[in-house]
C-alpha cells in the first residue's frame, strides 16, 4: 500500500481521517492571504485544548502577532542577527522573517519542573499534541502552516518579549492559504515506527 496516498484508504472506513492523512507543512513562501478568521483562529486554539494533558496543566499558549507589530517583531530578529555577528545581507533576511505569512503565532510552552504528579516529559508531550491538533485544524478549515524555530527562538531578548518566568519560546507558527499543493517530504510508512513487544531478558 502507498500510505502517502490518500486513495489508498479508500474502502477501509476511515474517510474521516483524510484530513489528518493529507496534512503535510507549507513553507512560509508559498502561504499567501487570506489567513483563518478571529472564529476559525478560535476554533484550532479549542482543538489545541483537545490534546491529551495530565492533569490539564495547560502547559501551553499561543501568541498572535498583530500585523502592526511584525515590523518590530524584524527588529528584534534583526537585533538578534547582528549579536550573532551576521552580515548585513542576513541581517536583513533575518529582518523579514518577520513578515512570513500572512498570520504569524508564537508557541509558548510553560513547563512545570518540580511538579510532583506530571514529569517534564508529559507536559512537553501534551505540548506537542496541542501544536499537531491546532495545525491539523488549519488543515482542515483549508490553510496551511510550518512551525519554525532557529536560533532566534533562543534569544533572550526576543523570548522576553514573548515568555513569562519559566516559559520557553517553542517558536512560530507562520500561517495563511497555501498557493500550491501541499505534499509529503517523503513515502511514510508506519512499518519503520512500529515494533511488537519483545521483553528483554533480564540480566544475571
Known sequence: MNYSDPQACDGLNVAGMKPLLTRHSVGPKYLCPPAPTDEQLWLACLAALRAPDHKKLL?????????????LLGNLFA???RRDGKADE?????????????????FVARIETENPRVPPHEQWLAAGGALSNFMTALHMMGYGAKMLSGRKAADPVICESFCEPGETLVGWIAVGTASQEPHPRHNDNPDAIVRYWQPRAASA
Open 90 to 106: 542576513e541581517i536583513a533576511v533575518e529582518r523579514e522573517r518577520a513578515m512570513l505569512g500572512p498570520l504569524l503565532v508564537a
Open 79 to 81: 537585533d538578534s542577527a
Open 59 to 71: 502547559p501551553f499558549r499561543f501568541v498572535i502577532i498583530p500585523d502592526d507589530k511584525r515590523a
